[in-house]
């Protein structure tokens, strides 16, 4: 299994089209995006992907009902807390939240929010692949993990 971990794209479709065009090059399952797309139109670049969305929404995350719209469309997976193969997706607003899922079993916890690349293996393997958007950092992020074994790249 090999999937593409993303987080806050804050609208910025340069550095959107950016990792599309990169993820052209990989065979990859799904994409699991830990929130704050933003907007609708963000998740359309993913189109020429041809690949399932798990998305959690982030707090920024404004046209809710647009942003279901789409995935539902595309028959991707979208909420506040989304499981996907192995895993579960979450933004990662709230520490409780956050301490209750690594208590699950499973073997990957994808979050967000807060900008920041973070790699935590134990009982789940907890992975934060920074920020698309590059805007907080200024490094443009994203996490690819390949049967066990996880790239934070650069975008």
């Known amino acids: 299994m090999k999937f593409?971990?993303?987080?806050?794209?804050?609208d910025n479709l340069i550095a959107v089209r950016d990792l599309v065009e990169q993820l052209k090059k990989e065979k990859i399952d799904f994409i699991v995006h830990a929130g704050d797309v933003i907007a609708p139109f963000t998740l359309k670049e993913f189109f020429p992907l041809n690949v399932k969305m798990?998305?959690?929404f982030g707090n920024n995350d404004g046209e809710k009902?647009?942003?279901k719209k789409i995935s539902n469309e595309k028959n991707w997976e979208i909420g506040e807390i989304v499981e996907f193969?192995?895993?579960?997706?979450?933004?990662?607003?709230d520490s409780r939240i956050v301490k209750i899922l690594k208590k699950c079993e499973i073997e990957y916890l994808v979050l967000g929010h807060t900008h920041e690349p973070l790699l935590e293996k134990g009982k789940v393997t907890v992975i934060n692949p920074g920020e698309?958007?590059?805007y907080l950092t200024g490094?443009?992020?994203?996490a690819i993990c390949e049967d066990?074994?996880?790239?934070?790249?650069?975008?």
């Open 54 to 56: 798990y998305i959690a």
């Open 65 to 67: 009902k647009l942003l």
């Open 132 to 134: 698309v958007c590059g």
């Open 139 to 142: 490094k443009r992020t994203y």
């Open 85 to 93: 193969p192995e895993g579960i997706v979450y933004h990662g607003t």
């Open 4 to 10: 593409v971990a993303i987080s806050d794209t804050h």
């Open 148 to 155: 066990g074994e996880i790239s934070i790249l650069e975008v």
